[in-house]
Nanobody, 123 residues
Framework: QVQLVESGGGLVRTGGSLRLSCAAS????????MGWFRQAPGKEREFVAR????????DYAESVKGRFTISRDNAKNTVYLQLNSLKPEDTAVYYC????????????????WGQGTQVTVSS
């Protein structure tokens, strides 16, 4: 079992930055692949970024590539998502997720989810 708790969301203006954190507990974090997803009102949950357990491989949705950065600190059992150059269309609830298998772009590829943190970007 893995418990995930996100933090760091908030209200920011267009062009601003935020750093989201996801603290994990309950299992050896260094063996777990992690992902970030987001869900805007009335829309399906969509892939944002993912990172392998070793942090050697990262992957991003085209809509955030070059603006967002995923990273992890296995010593702190935490994965981060740095959000730069934010746009109003980035407004959503952001979720971190963990998988015991290979990281995926699909939500159904993940076994555990956090409760989400709201990011709101004003124009």
């Amino acid at each position: 079992q893995v418990q995930l708790v996100e933090s760091g969301g908030g209200l920011v203006r267009t062009g601003g930055s935020l750093r989201l954190s996801c603290a994990a507990s309950g299992r050896t974090f260094s063996s777990i692949a992690m992902g970030w997803f987001r869900q805007a009102p009335g829309k399906e949950r969509e892939f944002v970024a993912r990172i392998t357990w070793s942090a050697i491989t990262t992957d991003y949705a085209e809509s955030v590539k070059g603006r967002f950065t995923i990273s992890r600190d296995n010593a702190k059992n935490t994965v981060y998502l740095q959000l730069n150059s934010l746009k109003p269309e980035d407004t959503a609830v952001y979720y971190c997720a963990a998988t015991l298998g290979v990281s995926s772009r699909r939500p159904d590829g993940y076994h555990y989810w956090g409760q989400g943190t709201q990011v709101t970007v004003s124009s």
